[in-house]
């Protein structure tokens, strides 16, 4: 340890670990300080079930944003591995148990299917042409979020004005009405629009479209891709390239301050041999804007409030549908339930008037069809595999008052509605652990900020931003800057930052190595 660093990075999660790799390499004496024993952040595999030999991507749980460049730029060894299915939604209509199957790619399946559920190819044109149009966009918006901010002004002259105006000028659920039909196709476009967003489909805040943008810009594909070995691995490769690049990481350290004038700054921290303050030239904030203004002796703004409810279990098999379709395709990609477009406005509207959605929309991975390496050899061949299911608006208030009832009563409600399409209980399915209890675990969004420390249990660390900016001056060059010149977030609370990406991580570092070329 050395009692000056050139940068200090708080918190040890992905976006820090990245940020760490590329100063270091750069030949700047980095530091990283994490409160928890390990790093990594909300990007863990951990075994969560007594006795069991399964690895569970405990809260972050597929991978989207992280560029290809980072990866490459680090040297992460990290694969990462396509699903055969991109999305599946069981459907009861007209008496019938039907399935909405997306292939990928899609191809002549994926059409016929549309064409059972709503009667006709209309809505799988109109599904070909919104996606071809946002493709268009992302191609443009992808290599941006490694640049200094453009303004918006500039990115709109690059793409289609009229698909600019339905995204960005107008609520989501207007073009979503406006282009498509049927309610539970219009639901699964919606969803990308409320994952960890509590908002109405045509709220005039248009938190919805900047969620539903983050979600389909990736890589210029948006393709959500699970990580060979779990989320750990992102984070396990992040620290590694790290400590390769020469950066010193210290776990089981809690900063309580934050000092920075410009020039100077000073990070304390309180381990295990006590307290320790270091002084720098730089600070970097991988944590929540919330908690920086308090590390610093600011009066914080309001906390934001995270909306969803994440639920891990483990499965000795998978069960049938009612569909008839083989589960094991179903739930390769992601499975939706109860994700119509009216049934996410109504549990909105619910969750909003302080009730838990009687119907709560949900969707469910199972990560072990796509990487069984999570999974011990035994427990593949016996069949077991993971499920995550991911509930939208649950939002924090639901849980102030009675946090262990209100998740009990929402595990209920989300398991049944997934019962309502299955041809047999879950309850059979579900493994137990050496305990003999279920392999059930569930996260609240007051479990999220307890045990991860996310303000609100806020996934993305407070609502997101738009890409780019209106105003270059005022939001900074890279979108990481702070009101002092030393003192950056490198985090999710970053303007492009969300999501487990490493962009608030590699912008930081951008904005102190442009400084010194």
Known sequence: MRDFYDVVIVGGGHNGLV???????????????????????????????????????????????????????????????????????????????????????????????????????????????????????????????????????????????????????????????????????RGVVATDGVIGTFARLRDESLLQNRCFLYHLIGNGTGEWRVPVGGMGAVTDALLEAARRAGATV????????????????????????????????????????????????????????????????????????????????????????????????????????????????????????????????SLVASGHHTLTVFGVHFPTRLFAQDNEAARAESVRRVLAGLDNYLAEPLDSCIALDADGNPCIEAKTPVDIESSVGMPGGHIFHGDLQWPWSDDTAEAGRWGVETDVANLLICGSGARRGGAVSGIGGHNAAQAILSLHP
Not at 57 to 65: A, D, I, N, P, Q
Not at 137 to 151: F, G, R
Not at 160 to 174: C, F, H, K, Q, Y
Not at 250 to 278: F, K, N, P, Q
Request: aromatic share 6%; net charge negative; with cysteine.
């Open 19 to 185: 940020a760490a790799g590329y100063l270091a390499g750069a030949g700047l004496s980095t530091l990283v300080v994490e409160q928890q024993s390990h790093t990594g952040g909300a990007a863990v595999s951990e075994q969560v079930f007594p006795g069991v030999d399964a690895r569970l991507s405990r809260y972050s749980y597929l991978v989207s944003l992280l560029p290809d460049k980072i990866v490459a730029d680090l040297g992460l060894s990290l694969q990462l591995r396509s699903r055969s299915v991109a999305s599946y939604t069981p459907v009861r209509r007209g008496g019938r148990d039907l399935g909405l199957m997306v292939d990928r790619p899609e191809g002549s399946a994926t059409r016929e299917s549309f064409g059972v559920l709503t009667g006709s190819d209309a809505e799988y044109d109109a599904w070909q042409q919104f996606y071809g149009s946002v493709s268009e966009l992302a191609a443009v918006l992808a290599p941006t979020l490694l640049e200094p901010l453009q303004s918006a002004a500039s990115l709109r002259q690059r793409v289609d004005p009229a698909l600019w105006d339905e995204l960005v000028e107008r609520p989501l659920g207007e073009t979503i009405e406006r282009r498509f039909v049927d309610d539970t196709v």
């Open 250 to 377: 210290v776990t089981d350290g809690a900063v309580s301050a934050i000092e920075a004038d410009g020039t100077r700054a000073a990070v304390t921290w309180l381990g295990g041999d006590g307290e320790r303050t270091v002084d720098c030239s730089y600070v970097l904030a991988n944590v929540a804007p919330v908690v920086l203004d308090r590390l610093r002796g600011r009066a914080a703004s309001s906390s934001p409030e995270g909306s969803q409810l994440k639920i891990n279990l483990l499965l000795s098999r998978l069960p049938q549908l009612k569909s008839g379709d083989d589960p094991r395709r179903a739930f390769a990609g992601t499975f939706h339930i109860d994700e119509d477009y009216s049934q996410l406005e109504t549990a909105y509207a619910e969750a909003a008037g302080g009730e838990l959605p009687v119907v709560p929309p949900s969707e469910v991975y199972c990560h072990s069809l796509t990487d069984p390496s999570i999974l011990s050899p």
